[in-house]
């Protein structure tokens, strides 16, 4: 059974950083194009970015171009989001999970970004 937990979410200042973190079991994430997604509130589940399996290429949404970044240990078949510059329009619950094909869904991380 695939499972993703999401860790690292909090409540931090606008221009604060965070680090995410997606440890997956059941799957082996070096095979696979992996992505973090999130929902802000009343708002559906977007892509924010992904890294591929083969060369590790990124692509990002627009919003975040600059600030996030978005990195894999396979080793330790974990996935991060490095956060920085954060803004309020980034609250916002965050999820991972494949990008071809997800599965199901993991509990997320809250990010709050408030003053």
């Known amino acids: 059974q695939v499972q993703f937990v999401e860790s690292g979410g909090g409540l931090v200042q606008p221009g604060g950083s965070l680090r995410l973190s997606c440890a997956a079991s059941?799957?082996?994430?070096?095979?696979?194009?992996m992505s973090w997604y999130r929902q802000g509130p009343g708002k559906e589940r977007d892509l924010v970015a992904r890294i591929t399996s083969s060369n590790g290429i990124t692509v990002y949404t627009d919003s975040v171009k600059g600030r996030f970044t978005i990195s894999r240990d396979n080793a330790k078949n974990t996935v991060y989001l490095q956060m920085n510059s954060l803004k309020p329009e980034d609250t916002a619950v965050y999820y991972c999970n494949t990008f071809f094909s997800p599965h199901s869904w993991g509990q997320g991380t809250q990010v709050t970004v408030s003053s």
């Open positions: 059941g799957l082996t994430i070096s095979s696979r194009t």
